[in-house]
């Protein structure tokens, strides 16, 4: 009996083993397909094969992807198959990532050996991509390969395609998928255990109460203990109408209930776990990619801040100051929250800062943005978006507007910038934006925010709005306070009081300095 149960118990543990480390590979294969589709999307920006370019832009994009996505090594490689040999032209690395292969692998690196099977798939055409399990020099990883067939080309302003195609490979370190797995298979053997433990109660009842008054309470402890819900116990042989059978027949009853519970908690847990990591996987993308709230500037000081109505939310905001001295600033709000709202906002907040660093005017960012959004959008989600440079040897700012909240200059007056304004962005290719430029002085602020400010709402349902906004932006001019953001976040605070909120919150200030 013993060893019938615990060859038994063997059994649970090893299917239990085997689905749980399924589910890790299979999370973890998304991962690598999405760094490895982000990293082509991004590839296709640069000429990776031209040794005159600067490798460091888009080795600080395959950096971030790694960090986004927990992702070991992206890289970018130009193949020989003929000699074996593989170049790297591009490689960022996670934290995971060994000492050795960040000293050794860098761009110009060429690796002599043999090709795997699957490089040269991809390399030839036959797959648009393919993930396989390989142990390399550095580390037993999981990979995926997939091609870079174009890059685009400023001079033409179109994308040229390459005669031979670049690899883009993104790794993962299949020790992090183990010590994954090996956290969630811990309460698969707790539960395991206590399975085992309450098989070996029950049989130890049936066999000690074998006569026929022990064997009527046994039957009916064992049916009231049907509503105690414990772990499954299994069924008995119903033979004849004595006592035994009795006890046999409500024990049966209690172990149909036991399953069905059981099966019903292991369908909410394996949703609550999957829930809770995509919320974690997604706060944490989301959180990375934003700029610190404060930046104390030789000609201006940013102010930022964004509360999301859930644990992850669609608003977001950026700034950087470029080379050549401008500031860049943007702020968008996806449509929708969540997490297909963070994802989508990721992807937008990547492509935004990487255009600002092209150096591109603020109507084309809009334009080549909104046209890769829309290409690849299934849900035909929207993200309304406000662009803008601001140049301190001329106190110019430049900007254009997707379908975003005006924001407002604070100056002598509050002054509404209405002009440059465009439909959203990601809901068809070929729209276009117009540029809009304004003068600024010493002491004006730049306020921009999102709907989720005018659109608040009071415990009585009443809204914000637009008006009230203004009048306190207003008094900011007056000297009420320095700070447009602080200023309206308390008041906002002290208007929703008591109310559930229901829209994400951002906010940012540019203060130029006198």
């Known amino acids: ?59 600080a994009l395959y950096d971030n992807i790694c960090d986004m996505l927990g992702i070991t090594y992206l890289y970018a490689l130009d193949i020989d198959i003929e000699d074996q040999i593989e170049t790297y032209l591009a490689i960022g690395f996670g934290e995971n990532a060994s000492e050795e292969a960040q000293t050794t692998r860098y761009r110009g690196v060429t690796v002599q050996g043999d090709l795997n099977d699957s490089e040269i798939e991809v390399y030839s055409g036959k797959s648009k991509g393919v993930i396989l399990h390989e142990k390399n020099h550095f580390d037993d990883s999981l990979i995926c390969y997939m091609p870079c067939v174009r890059h685009y080309d ?52 049936i066999l000690y109460f074998k006569v026929s008054k022990p064997l009527r309470r046994i039957s009916g402890r064992m049916t009231s203990f049907i509503s105690d819900r414990e772990k499954g116990i299994e069924k008995l042989a119903v033979k004849g109408n004595d006592e035994l059978a009795l006890m046999s027949h409500s024990f049966n009853t209690m172990t149909d209930e036991i399953n069905s519970y059981i099966n019903d908690i292991d369908a909410l847990t394996r949703e609550k776990h999957t829930h809770e990591a995509e919320l974690n996987i997604a706060h944490n993308i989301q959180r990375g990619l934003l700029q610190p709230a404060r930046m104390d500037g030789d000609t201006a000081d940013i102010f930022a801040y964004m509360l999301p109505a859930k644990d992850v939310g669609g608003d977001l905001y950026d700034y950087s100051v470029l080379d050549d001295g401008r500031v860049f600033v943007t702020i968008a709000d996806v449509s929708g929250k969540g997490v297909s709202a963070a994802l989508f906002m990721a992807r937008a907040i990547t492509l935004l800062n990487q255009y600002a660093k092209l150096g591109y005017q603020p109507a084309r960012i809009l ?56 439909v959203a962005a990601g809901l068809f290719k070929g729209a276009t934006y117009e540029n809009a430029c304004v003068k600024m002085k010493a002491g004006d602020t730049l306020f ?35 700070d447009a953001v602080t200023y309206i976040l308390s008041d906002l605070k002290d208007f929703t009081a008591g109310a559930e909120q229901n829209d994400d919150i951002t906010m940012l200030s540019l203060r130029l300095k006198k």
Do not use: W
Not at 23 to 40: H, M, P, R, S, Y
Not at 373 to 388: D, E, G, H, Y
């Open 448 to 482: 921009l925010y999102t709907d989720g400010v005018n659109e608040a709402e009071n415990a009585r349902g009443e809204l914000y709005s637009t008006e009230r906004l203004e009048e306190k932006l207003a008094s900011c001019i007056k000297g009420v306070a320095v």
């Open 154 to 205: 400023t001079a033409r302003s179109d994308y040229v395609y390459y005669d031979k195609p670049v690899i883009v490979g993104a790794e993962i370190s299949l020790t992090v998928v183990s010590e994954r797995f090996a956290q969630q298979f811990r309460t698969t053997a707790l539960l395991t255990v206590a399975l085992t433990l309450i098989v070996f109660l029950a049989f130890a009842l």
């Open 1 to 59: 009996m013993t060893l019938i149960i615990l060859i038994l118990d063997g059994f649970i543990l090893l299917v239990s083993y085997n689905i749980t480390y399924e589910n890790n590979l299979k999370i973890f294969e998304e991962d690598i397909t999405t760094a490895a589709e982000l990293g082509v999307q991004y590839s296709e920006s640069y000429d990776l094969r031209d040794d005159a370019a600067d490798p460091r832009p888009y080795s």
């Open 367 to 422: 334009e080549e943005y909104n046209n890769i959004l829309a290409a690849q959008n299934p849900r035909k989600m929207f993200i309304t978006t406000f662009v803008a440079f601001y140049d301190p040897a001329d106190g110019i700012l430049t900007y254009a507007n997707a379908g975003h909240n005006f924001p407002y200059i604070l100056s002598d007056t509050l002054i509404p910038l209405d002009e440059g304004h465009g």
